[in-house]
């Protein structure tokens, strides 16, 4: 009887053995674990939150009449006399660039616009200016507008379809040329019209 019931829990810890070997652990210990926040994370958190803070003045998604009216201020001679014009102005800009002139050409886009387009050229400045990509890859652009016409289906929206060829290094090499499509909407100011949206679909 003895030996049987030493036999047993000798049975018992060399399996308790073979499941702490296959990494097996205590749900319990685990939750308990879990529930305790660590304070490397805590801090970590605390100083992201102060470091990305936006400035005083803008914050809550605010920013100075004075700023806002700086961003919305024209160029010189921005205005054309016409949609048509100003879209190919603005289509022969946007298709022609280099990696080298890539940040200066968007903001010179910006300069032309309002709105949206404007918005969306001061941001691709800001990013093209960081791009490596482009850099290590002398990726360049040229194209021109191929055709520019009134939408049929949707009141003052403009379509612009221009052939492209991009080039460069690795995978920008051999590239053929392509049609690209844009919707794009214009605005009348007082020194002329200017792109107001501009939003490529392919």
Not at 27 to 48: D, E, G, L, N, V
Not at 52 to 70: K, L, N, S, V
Not at 76 to 87: I, N, R
């Amino acid at each position: 009887m003895r030996r049987r019931h030493a036999a047993s829990i000798l049975l018992a810890v060399s399996a308790a053995a073979a499941l702490a070997g296959c990494g097996l652990t205590d749900p319990y210990t685990a939750k308990r674990s879990q529930r305790i926040p660590s304070s490397t994370s805590r801090s970590t958190t605390k100083s992201t939150v102060a470091t990305d803070a936006d400035p005083a003045p803008e914050r809550g998604g605010t920013i100075p009449a004075g700023a806002r009216a700086t961003q919305r201020q024209l160029a010189p001679g921005a205005g054309e006399p016409s949609p048509a014009s100003a879209l190919e102005r603005y289509a022969r800009l946007y298709v022609n660039w280099s990696a080298a002139t890539v940040a200066a050409d968007q903001r010179e886009l910006a300069a032309i616009s309002g709105d949206q387009a404007r918005a969306q050229a001061l941001q691709a400045a800001a990013s093209y200016a960081h791009d490596l990509t482009l850099q290590q890859s002398g990726v360049a652009n040229s194209g021109h507008a191929v055709a520019i016409t009134s939408s049929i289906t949707t009141p003052g929206q403009w379509v612009i379809v221009t052939s492209e060829q991009t080039t460069g290094k690795g995978d920008y090499a051999g590239l053929p040329p392509t049609l690209h499509v844009t919707y794009a909407q214009v605005t009348r100011t007082s020194s002329g019209w200017v792109v107001s949206e501009w939003a490529p679909q392919n």
